[in-house]
């Protein structure tokens, strides 16, 4: 029998390593742009939720990996990442005394300046184009957030992960 703790963990780790599967997964260029940020939405979750368990090394070992699987200079999703793990460390007392919809606009807020940095960082690096379509990931991750999180509470309820 593991431990809560061991658990706990393992659960972490599997929802983050899912959120990876499905941050790369192929899709056509035209429907790239409504892919939801699902590591972002993850960490966010596991940052507010379990604050002494998940943090910025959690979001820079996912973004290292991201930065791997994608090809893209190594440390740009590593240092988005770790800064969204930041901003959550920042508000996560806050965070938890919002009501689901107004926890799904702080994502949208957390979530947009991620990906404003993001967008700073492909100027930088690469191609350069300004436009508002890059904030449609967050908008979609917002409005995904009340499920996800009910999903994920429900889950941490059900391994009794503290």
């Known amino acids: ?17 899912l959120a990876l599967c499905l941050q790369v997964m192929p899709m ?22 379990a604050p002494l368990r998940v943090g910025v090394m959690h979001g820079f070992v996912m973004g290292i990996l991201l ?29 938890r005394a919002y009501s689901l919809f107004q926890q799904a ?19 930088l690096f690469g191609p350069f184009s300004i436009h508002l379509a890059f904030l449609l ?7 995904l957030w009340p499920w996800l999180f009910t999903m994920l509470q429900s889950l941490r309820r059900r391994f009794a992960i503290a």
């Open 28 to 49: 056509s260029d035209r429907w790239l742009m409504w892919r939801p940020d699902w590591l972002g939405l993850i960490l966010i979750y596991w940052c507010v939720a």
């Open 1 to 17: 029998m593991l431990s809560p703790a061991l658990r706990g963990w393992i659960l972490i780790w599997i929802s983050l390593f």
């Open 67 to 95: 930065d791997l699987i994608e090809g893209t200079p190594l440390g740009q999703n590593a240092l988005t990442l770790s800064l969204l793990a930041f901003l959550c460390a920042l508000v996560y007392q806050r965070f």
């Open 105 to 123: 606009v702080l994502v949208f807020i957390l979530l947009g300046i991620v990906q404003l940095m993001e967008q700073w960082l492909l100027t």
């Open 137 to 143: 990931p967050s908008l979609i991750g917002a409005v």
